[in-house]
């Protein structure tokens, strides 16, 4: 097939607007490339005097209330946060103790007849460096409530229903429709790279428009790395504070900024989190992760990986795989032996849909963090192949791109498409461009923001007009790219047609999208392997 060069004329993407949505089934689409826009938002960062941001509740009341599923529509986790953080040199964690983790719920919110309890703990995020400030956070409860009906709206209230003014308003979420190949989510949101900026709220208000019955969030969550302990931030840390702090510092305040903003969708509808580069948030003693493990609620035990950082779900016909780029994933490690043992107990007659997100792409043409995940495909790739993986959605890269069904760099009517929404509202510059010579290759990164370091093996172009990509023609895998604001929607709509629409910021107020297509399985064409012959 041959390369398509620069953007469609605009009279063609017209008349590609108004058609009905393209098909994998036509066969790979023709590569393009939509030039980069100069109006392209506001990516500075909400204040701490936003009023979105701060502490609406007082004493015990619960704050930053969430829903995450569990493995199966049968069973889910609400997680909220009482008391508030600490801040200072000297901080004494709260007594996890001190505050109930109770549920109560029903099939009304005046008959919350149920009542199911959980478990509270309290992180700290320390540095052992004069001048620096350490940071525990409020207590932290996850609450997991089972014998649900799929598909089913259950209203529900968080707290201590023992002390005075601790239990939350009545909130109220529905269950995953059962599993089976006949039943989907309607919506099921993917954004990636969220931060907390002023594009994020633009992201959010326009994912929430859109009312999808589930979220997907592929890493990079609070960008609380971005800032020092004293609250100063930069759009690059590395490039501000790397040779004037001892330690990579965050200020563990933004979390529960986020979580504060973000408690009208995730009080309403689940949310499915993956770890990014972001979280990692190196501290006394080289642990990590401690923000990114205590606050969110994981299907971890309930999928048999007993980790935060990579697990499994079902939601109707569709089986997710949620895994982990910045654990290990060799072929030796747990991660790919628990990922064998989860493929080979997919059912692809209950659950035809096998889709899997991470947080760094596979597949990317741009130049940032361009292959930094080499390693991890060259050693997944070919196994979650052999399976018939269907989609693939990352983020890192803070633009759009939606890949043709690829395997090994190679068009193939049984590969994934990898989609990456890296653009959902972060801080960082988008698709940052590296300020090389033509035919000059940046030299691997590895500092904590380029987490796991990158290469390019083909010649950049200092052409201007190619936006900030690594080649200075689009290889046929790669079919859609962009460099907006925005986050995707997908739609399945039985065993084997999907729809996939990505929506751009400005589209809220425009109408329309900016990439449609329809993602069809061949089920009896591409399933080289299964516990049960695909469903057809």
């Known amino acids: 097939?041959?390369?398509?060069?620069?953007?469609?004329?605009?009279?063609?993407?017209a008349a590609a607007a108004a058609a009905e949505p393209a098909s994998t089934?036509?066969?790979?689409?023709?590569?393009?490339?939509?030039?980069?826009?100069?109006?392209?938002?506001?990516?500075?960062?909400?204040?701490?005097t936003d009023p979105r941001v701060q502490r609406r509740v007082t004493g015990w009341a619960p704050e930053q209330i969430a829903v995450a599923l569990s493995a199966a529509p049968t069973?889910?986790?609400?997680?909220?946060?009482?008391?508030d953080f600490q801040m200072g040199g000297a901080v004494k964690p709260l007594d996890p103790g001190t505050v109930g983790s109770v549920v109560r719920y029903g099939l009304a919110a005046d008959s919350l007849v149920r009542e199911a309890t959980g478990d509270a703990l309290v992180y700290s995020q320390l540095y052992p460096?004069?001048?620096?400030?350490?940071?525990?956070?409020?207590?932290i409860h996850h609450v997991r409530l089972q014998g649900l009906e799929p598909g089913t709206k259950y209203y529900y209230q968080c707290g201590d229903p023992a002390i005075?003014?601790?239990?939350?308003?009545?909130?109220?979420?529905?269950t995953m429709p059962a599993v089976g190949p006949r039943s989907y989510p309607g919506r099921i949101a993917v954004v990636g790279d969220l931060g907390l900026t002023y594009n994020t709220t633009s992201t959010v208000e326009h994912m929430a428009s859109n009312q999808p019955d589930l979220v997907l969030l592929l890493g990079d969550v609070s960008y609380a790395n971005l800032y020092l302990t004293n609250g100063t931030g930069t759009d690059c840390y590395s490039c501000s504070f790397a040779k004037s702090t001892p330690i990579h510092e965050t200020y563990q305040p933004r979390w529960?900024?986020?979580?504060?903003?973000?408690?009208?969708?995730?009080?309403?509808?689940?949310m499915m989190v993956v770890e990014g580069n972001h979280e990692i948030e190196q501290q006394i003693g080289n642990k990590t992760f401690a923000a990114y493990s205590a606050r969110f609620a994981f299907p971890s035990k309930e999928s048999d990986s007993f980790s935060p950082f990579y697990y499994s779900f079902d939601a109707g016909g569709i089986h997710f795989i949620m895994l982990a780029a910045y654990a290990a994933y060799s072929k030796s490690g747990e991660q790919y032996r628990w990922l064998e043992k989860d493929l080979a107990k997919v059912d692809r007659s209950v659950t035809p849909w096998l889709v899997a997100g991470w947080h760094a792409p596979w597949y990317s043409t741009y130049k940032a963090h361009y292959r930094e995940a080499e390693c991890m495909r060259?050693?997944?790739e070919e196994l979650l192949y052999s399976y018939g993986l269907d989609i693939v959605f990352t983020g890192h890269v803070h633009a759009y791109e939606r890949s043709n069904r690829v395997f090994n760099y190679t068009l193939d009517p049984c590969g994934a498409v990898h989609i990456s929404v890296g653009d959902g509202g972060n801080r960082e510059k988008m698709a940052t461009t590296h300020a090389d010579d033509p035919g000059r290759c940046p030299e691997p990164l590895s500092t904590p923001d380029d987490f796991m370091g990158g290469f390019c093996a083909f010649n950049f172009t200092s052409d201007p007009a190619a936006g900030s990509f690594?080649?200075?023609?689009?290889p046929d895998y790669s079919a859609y790219r962009e460099s907006s604001f925005g986050h995707g929607i997908l739609e399945v709509k039985n065993e084997t047609h999907a729809l996939w629409k990505w929506h751009r910021n400005q589209d809220l107020y425009q109408g329309g999208v900016g990439d449609e297509i329809y993602i069809v399985r061949e089920p009896e064409r591409c399933l080289l392997k299964s516990s049960i012959a695909a469903y057809f």
């Open 129 to 139: 460096f004069e001048g620096l400030q350490n940071y525990t956070s409020g207590i």
């Open 75 to 83: 069973s889910a986790w609400v997680s909220w946060i009482t008391g």
């Open 164 to 174: 005075p003014g601790a239990t939350s308003a009545v909130h109220a979420f529905r």
């Open 25 to 48: 089934l036509e066969g790979p689409s023709w590569p393009v490339t939509v030039p980069l826009r100069e109006d392209r938002g506001h990516a500075v960062d909400l204040p701490d």
């Open 1 to 13: 097939m041959g390369i398509w060069r620069g953007s469609l004329p605009l009279l063609l993407l």
């Open 256 to 270: 529960d900024y986020w979580g504060r903003y973000m408690e009208s969708v995730t009080s309403t509808t689940p």
């Open 470 to 474: 690594c080649w200075d023609r689009q």
């Open 378 to 380: 060259v050693a997944m």
